[in-house]
């Protein structure tokens, strides 16, 4: 809840100072900090500068805690997104090889795949992440991850199916940009209007220009790159052209 923001940052922060080496803690300061920074208009001057001090939180929760699955996959991400790829790729795969039978590690290292255009590795990790008893939140993200895997390989109809079961599972800052704009792709020009306004509701600031929604977005991006290249000429150029052409659909 944004109107809770500052009571949660405080009742973090004497955390912190009650326990300076509670992984925990620095993680769950990155974690609110990236929902607010979601829910937040984007200030282009200071983007970089609030990624990185995010990426601050998680990287000391990694040091103090660097197989914290959830502080793994929290710092990769926003790594990424700083270009800094071969970073997160380390900070997934060394926890990986202590604890391979981590669900949340897989699925994150899975959306990294994704992202870096590895559709069966992507494919292979989140399947396995589910047979290991994914939660809900990862489940959504396999849903988006086989959605994803399935437009590339021009399958809409299991695109479609995977995509509404992500939304069906959660309706959350990082699946929901995402899913407004496979729902488009595939045609659901109202459901993606629905979705997006539900997402402008929860999270008002939230757009897909804001740079932690790379790693979900830019595989998209590539998906419309090879439409165009089969010769969809009518496939938007990117997903912040879905964006636009949905801001005219009438809700």
């Not at 809840?1 to 949660?8: L, R, T």
């Not at 769950?28 to 939180?57: C, F, M, R, V, W």
């Not at 929290?74 to 604890?99: D, F, I, R, T």
């Not at 897989?106 to 992202?115: E, G, K, M, P, T």
Request: net charge negative.
């Amino acid at each position: 809840d944004p109107d809770e923001y500052e009571n949660a940052r405080r009742q973090l922060e004497q955390a912190v100072e009650i326990a300076p080496d509670m992984a925990e803690a620095w993680w769950a300061i990155g974690e609110l900090e990236i929902n607010n920074y979601l829910s937040q208009p984007l200030q282009k001057e200071t983007d970089l500068e609030h990624l990185h001090t995010i990426i601050s939180y998680f990287r000391k929760s990694h040091e103090l805690s660097p197989f914290h699955a959830a502080a793994c996959g929290s710092l990769g991400h926003p790594l990424v997104s700083a270009g800094q790829p071969e970073e997160a790729l380390a900070v997934y795969k060394q926890p990986l090889e202590a604890n391979p039978l981590s669900a949340r590690l897989r699925v994150d290292y899975a959306l990294f795949l994704l992202w870096d255009g590895r559709y069966e590795e992507a494919m292979e990790n989140a399947d396995l992440a589910l047979k290991l008893g994914a939660f809900s939140l990862d489940r959504a993200f396999v849903w988006l991850i086989r959605s994803n895997v399935a437009l590339a390989q021009d399958n809409p109809a299991d695109a479609l199916e995977a995509v509404n079961r992500a939304i069906f599972i959660s309706k959350d800052p990082f699946t929901m940009p995402a899913a407004v704009a496979l729902l488009y792709i595939l045609g659901k020009h109202t459901d993606a209007r629905r979705i997006l306004d539900e997402m402008q509701q929860s999270f008002p600031g939230i757009s897909p220009q804001n740079p932690l929604l790379y790693v979900m977005l830019k595989p998209i991006d590539d998906i419309l790159a090879l439409q165009r290249e089969r010769g969809e000429e009518n496939s938007p150029a990117n997903v912040n052209e879905i964006y636009r052409l949905l801001s005219k659909i009438e809700p």
